[in-house]
């Protein structure tokens, strides 16, 4: 849905200085542009490429579909500034003299593995803000006037609610909303349920589910009759949850959209036995559980998005706190099922130590845990400059149980 606080953008109208102001959306809460300039057909990719690296966003008004080639061209042109810092980096470690420390090569690529990753992430934020800068605009209701443009009132509609007055948004968030929506639609395939999920705009795809398995071999506990899932998303541990006979699953997420998203997927699949609760981690006037699941975000770096909160956790607050409140929601003989991968660990950004420290100031220690390796593309992508920590990924179930059981 839209943000309670409205913002508008204006500019003027490059021949006709006419002043215009419309609704400013963003997906990822970015505000809204100072500078404004018009192009179209005739702008060529590197003039808009110069514009955009200087921080003028653009607001096409040509044909639509020349407005997403030009999109795919800004693309290609930042993946060449980047291979050209990458080979210039590369070429100054070649020309430098060799060190002791250099000669140690496991050593040296490890402290590098660290300052990788935060240049990747920099990149990814430069790359966005870039792509960022081509802008469009929509009538009430969602109406483009632009030629060959598709009908996307729809898609947005269900992405930021009903809206009557013309907006502006970036080239590139209109393609994630109608990306959403084509999610919505077709549905994420989960081969070992036999079923889809539907995700919605703004919700975290499962498009990568390895863990899945994991948690269809995990004995459940003895008794196993209430259970939670901790930041349900699309919901789909709850499902696996209900599906493998657990009477009263309590699913809780504190985005309207992940309720709203779950709320869906739990009525097509008719799981009377879930309950969704609106909550920060635990939820509140329940029984305790004879199980706790949480899939939380996997990596400790601050999210630039709402969508990047299912991926990134600053300093591991999501995870440490719901370590830390597990315990006392939990029945007796009850089992704390946490889903986590070690990339963070390959990348040093936490270590093994810091994790099962956690565990212990927690009052939970481990009664098991089962593994799976990656199967998504990225873990096999030898250009990945991540690809010796994402090849060697682990993704883990662990299971935890208080001290005293």
């Not at 250099?102 to 240049?119: D, G, T, W, Y």
């Not at 939990?330 to 040093?348: F, K, N, P, R």
Request: with cysteine; hydrophobic share 40%; aromatic share 8%.
């Amino acid at each position: 849905m839209l943000p309670t606080e409205k913002q508008y953008v204006q500019w003027f109208e490059n021949e006709t200085l006419r002043h215009r102001h419309a609704r400013w959306l963003s997906q990822s809460n970015q505000v809204p542009p100072a500078r404004i300039v018009s192009v179209d057909d005739k702008t060529t990719a590197d003039e808009a490429y110069r514009l955009a690296c200087a921080g003028t966003s653009m607001l096409w008004y040509g044909d639509f579909q020349n407005a997403r080639q030009l999109l795919q061209a800004l693309t290609r042109r930042i993946e060449r500034s980047e291979q050209r810092k990458i080979s210039k980096a590369a070429n100054k470690n070649k020309s430098a003299e060799p060190t002791a420390e250099s000669l140690v090569l496991p050593e040296v690529l490890s402290k590098r593995i660290p300052n990788l990753f935060h240049q990747q992430r920099q990149a990814q934020a430069q790359r966005s803000r870039i792509l960022s800068r081509l802008l469009l605009e929509l009538d009430a209701g969602y109406v483009s006037q632009l030629r060959r443009a598709p009908d996307v009132s729809a898609a947005c509609t269900a992405a930021f609610g009903e809206l009557d007055e013309s907006c502006l948004l970036s080239f590139r968030d209109l393609q994630g909303v109608l990306g959403a929506a084509g999610w919505r639609a077709k549905g994420v395939p989960i081969e070992s349920l036999g079923l889809s999920v539907f995700p919605h705009y703004g919700v975290f795809a499962p498009t990568r589910h390895e863990y899945v398995q994991l948690l269809l071999d995990a004995p459940l506990p003895d008794a196993c009759d209430v259970a939670f899932d901790i930041g349900t998303g699309t919901g789909l541990l709850a499902i696996i949850l209900a599906q493998r006979g657990v009477q009263q699953v309590v699913a809780t997420d504190l985005n309207p959209r992940a309720l709203a998203c779950a709320s869906e997927n739990f009525a097509r699949l008719e799981l009377d036995a879930v309950q969704l609760q609106q909550a920060d981690l635990f939820p509140t006037d329940a029984p305790l559980a004879n199980l706790i699941v949480c899939n939380p975000p996997w990596l400790p770096a601050k999210p630039t998005s709402p969508l990047e909160y299912a991926v990134y956790d600053a300093n591991s607050a999501m995870l440490r706190g719901f370590l830390q409140g597990a315990k006392p929601h939990l029945a007796e003989q009850g089992e704390v099922w946490l889903i986590l991968s070690d990339l963070a660990e390959h990348l040093q950004l936490r270590s093994r130590d810091e994790l099962l420290g956690w565990f212990a100031d927690a009052g939970l220690e481990v009664k098991y845990r089962l593994d799976t390796q990656p199967k998504h593309g990225r873990s096999q992508d030898t250009t990945d400059p991540l690809f010796a920590a994402r090849s060697a990924e682990i993704t883990s179930l662990w299971c935890l149980v208080p001290f005293d059981n």
